[in-house]
């Protein structure tokens, strides 16, 4: 069964850049794409970005200047990496497998952006 | 303001059926595929339908998909207090080369 975890900081600091992982398991990466959604506290789906496994990405037009995805495929992982943080930018992120989400899902990480 | 438009909340008494629109563009709903999601509080979304009208294995035949033009629909039968839960359409747009969801709909089984 694929299993995807999200890790990093659960604090950053305004300005700051958010670096998050993803590591899949159970499952190879190649031949699908992988994406980053994330969820504000109380509100919807916002989609982040995903890439393909063949090293394409693409990005929500409203988050595209401050993003970057990249894969890692030696360790199983994928990361995104956002750019000049505001209050506005806490949330739970999640990692699923596919270009809109799809069958698997990490279990979220709350990211908050606070000094 | 989310691109795809779905009610804020629906609802219905238990063991009754329950639809749950989400209307969208061409360049969306109309050219692309349509998924379904269920997000429990406090959990990740969970894929309930895929490519419009299909479910993933282990989604209970009381769920069903359908679109048209530019609007898909989900249908929830036999509602149980289980089902109580928000729910998300999501596709690909290719005008913006970038994939959208509806703002969610909360289901209440009364």
């Known amino acids: 069964q694929v299993q995807l975890q999200e890790s990093g900081p659960g604090l950053v600091k305004p300005s700051e850049t958010l670096s998050l992982t993803c590591t899949v398991s159970?499952?190879?990466?190649?031949?699908?794409?992988w994406s980053w959604i994330r969820q504000p506290p109380g509100k919807g789906l916002e989609w982040i970005g995903c890439?393909?496994?063949?090293?394409?990405?693409n990005y929500s037009p409203s988050l595209k200047s401050r993003v970057t995805m990249s894969l890692d495929t030696s360790n199983n992982q994928f990361s995104l990496k956002l750019t000049s943080l505001t209050t506005a930018d806490t949330a739970v992120y999640y990692c699923?497998?596919?270009?809109?989400?799809?069958?698997?899902w990490g279990q979220g990480t709350l990211v908050s952006v606070s000094s | 303001q989310s691109v795809l438009t779905q009610p804020p909340s629906v609802s219905a008494a238990p063991g009754q059926k329950v639809t749950i629109s989400c209307s969208g563009s061409?360049?969306?709903?109309?050219?692309?595929?349509v998924s379904w999601y269920q997000q429990f509080p406090g959990t990740a979304p969970k894929l309930l339908m895929y490519?419009?009208?299909k479910r993933p294995s282990g989604i209970p035949d009381r769920f069903s998909g359908s679109k048209s033009g530019t609007s898909a629909t989900l249908g929830i039968t036999g509602l149980q207090t289980g089902d109580e839960a928000d729910y998300y359409c999501?596709?690909?747009?290719?005008?913006?080369?970038?994939?959208?969801f509806g703002g969610g709909t909360k289901l209440t089984v009364l």
């Open positions: 061409t360049s969306n709903i109309g050219n692309n595929y």
């Open positions: 999501g596709t690909w747009d290719s005008s913006l080369s970038a994939a959208v």
């Open positions: 890439l393909y496994y063949g090293g394409s990405t």
């Open positions: 699923a497998r596919g270009r809109v989400g799809g069958s698997f």
């Open positions: 159970g499952g190879s990466m190649s031949s699908y794409y």
């Open positions: 490519e419009n009208n």
